[in-house]
């Protein structure tokens, strides 16, 4: 049974993209959550046990991930948790939290973004992105910003 989990926290690697032989997109980043709690004795705030998570996102989330977030990005991610037991050539086990996301955006609470959606077109487009060559054509329309 998988788990539904929304966890804040910072992007720690940089998104990377793999497009699988089928034409899936796929997009993985590490993203680290430290607790924060407030020390009474002191009267500051201080940071407590960071968690790491293993983040994946597929097909147009994972494009809009990849071209949105970098490292040290705060941001917010739900979806499902998965817990994957491994073991190292040295023979060496362990345990990682895995996130299949469903949703993920910045932590507005820490600062602003500017949105830009992609809207269904006639004519293809196959955007240019600066982290890996082109991306998968999705048949969007050039972007338009949104306006408040």
Request: charge should be negative.
């Amino acid at each position: 049974m998988k788990t539904q989990l929304t966890v804040r926290g910072n992007v720690a690697t940089a998104p990377r993209r793999v497009v699988t032989d089928s034409g899936t997109v796929i997009v993985e980043f590490r993203l680290a959550a430290t607790e924060r709690y407030f020390n009474r004795q002191t009267q500051e705030w201080e940071d407590g046990t960071t968690s790491w998570y293993t983040v994946s996102a597929f097909r147009r989330l994972a494009e809009n991930v990849f071209r949105s977030f970098s490292v040290g990005d705060p941001v917010i991610v739900s979806g499902k948790l998965t817990i994957k037991q491994w073991t190292s050539k040295e023979d060496k086990k362990g345990t990682t939290p895995e996130i299949n996301a469903e949703t993920a955006g910045h932590d507005l609470l820490l600062g602003f973004t500017d949105f830009t959606r992609y809207t269904k077109s006639r004519s293809p487009l196959v955007a240019e992105d600066s982290h890996d060559g082109p991306l998968i054509d999705h048949g969007w329309e050039e972007p338009e910003a949104l306006s408040a």
